[in-house]
């Protein structure tokens, strides 16, 4: 009986460890919408720059800096939380960490290799709180 209650008492000091482990899940999956607008924008920023550079250079730039202080921010206090992004890019493809999109004839690389990251994927600590959205290689069929 005193085996019996030290086993409950074990689980349930675990069930409450991986519950506090994963409390932020929710907020968490909401900061990555954010991460994914303030990504793509920097994105399109510096496309801009490349195609028109003009005297707003330095506005542009500054904006730019700007951006990338808040993401800096934003990535250091998801890491602290035990979040981090999955790999994909060049990684053979896992349905547990990524989620094909789209298939491309790819000769080039082995077969099921990730070609593209579409959005990135994350884990909370060890858990998938987010796949991977990725394009995938197939062999020619000819």
Known sequence: MQAE?????KRIEKE?????????????????????????????????RKVEPSNQEHGLSAFLKGVEMILAHLYEM?????????EAEGKIFDPRYHEALMQVE????????????????YMLNDKVI?????????????
């Open 78 to 86: 998801l890491k602290e939380y035990g979040v981090r992004p999955i």
């Open 5 to 9: 209650f030290e086993n409950i008492r």
């Open 106 to 121: 790819n000769n080039n690389v082995a077969e099921h290799t990730v070609l593209e990251e579409l959005q990135k994927g």
């Open 16 to 48: 409450k460890q991986d519950y506090i482990k994963f409390a932020n899940e929710g907020i968490i999956l909401e900061l990555l919408n954010i991460l994914d607008d303030l990504e793509r924008v920097v994105e399109l920023a510096e496309e801009k």
């Open 130 to 142: 987010r796949t991977s959205k990725v394009k995938v290689s197939k062999k020619d069929t000819v």
